[in-house]
């Protein structure tokens, strides 16, 4: 479907919980409670409703997607849906050597991990707990049971571990996996974002020998990354650049919370809730309609959108 400013939405993520198993200092996570989520079968109407609308790519998120004890149902459900191309995760990887087999037999192809160092203090540091091990398993067991493509999501601030850039960057030379630095954006109270956060550029200047990877035509050309890749490599790697850069014009995204409501741009607080139209299907599609046409022009993160917001509660 064309939004109000000619963009195509065809992608919805859809936040299964506001609750995680890790505590990372930037995204701003609390002890979330399970109450007010959507069940599976609601999820599920939801998603229908979406790809009715010419949504084709489904990404679950959170929180944590697999802290939910039905995230495999889901994923099936999901999995089933004719119209969806891809379904992908994002997920910190804590239990992902669980859960990749029978999430890849759901019909889950795509994973991003999101990884943010390779030093077991420095992740202990970041998340609250000593898990680095686990994660590694997880990227293991995905590549056992084919799942793919992999990514790793990578956040670097200032001070804390931007000298993991190497060690992460290492990965993409070793290993097919694509790893991607993702800009922090203003979303905890660690501080003065601009101060914190790491640009591209500053990596990239780091970095002499990563040259820029051919997109288009290929399956990435409407990525939100930028790629680049090195001779010698296995895995390419990216850039998210929300805040040096921002990618509105091409945004083709739309966030489905985990209570049922529609947020319709990551930077502003526009939100529709769809559980009143949850047992007609017509008045369902409705909604989802409008939440689409009512997606702004631009992020707010330069007008102080952000701060106290979690990534957690908005489904990252
Ligand atoms: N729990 C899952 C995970 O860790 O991938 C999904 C949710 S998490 C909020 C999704 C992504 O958002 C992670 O890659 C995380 O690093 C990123 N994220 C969280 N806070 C962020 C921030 N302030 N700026 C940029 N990315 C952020």
Known sequence: MIDSYGREINYLRVSLTKRCNLRCSYCGAQNEKENNELTADEIEKIVRAFVGCGINKVRLTGGEPLVRKDICDIAGRLGRIEGIKKLALTTNGIRLKEFAAELKKA????VNISLDTTDKE????ITGYDGLHRVYEGIDECERVGLSPLRINAVLIRGQNDIDAQSLINIARDRKIDVRFIELMPFSDEGDNEKLVVKS????KSFPLLKPAPQKGTPFEKSVARYYECEGFKGRVGFITPISDKFCSECNRIRLLSDGKVKVCLGSDETHDLRAYLDDEKELGKAVRAAILS?????KFSCGYGASHGLNKIGG
Do not use: C, N, Q
């Open 107 to 110: 019909g889950v192809s795509a």
């Open 122 to 125: 420095r992740f202990e540091a």
């Open 201 to 204: 550029d500053e990596i990239l």
């Open 295 to 299: 997606k702004p022009m631009e992020h």
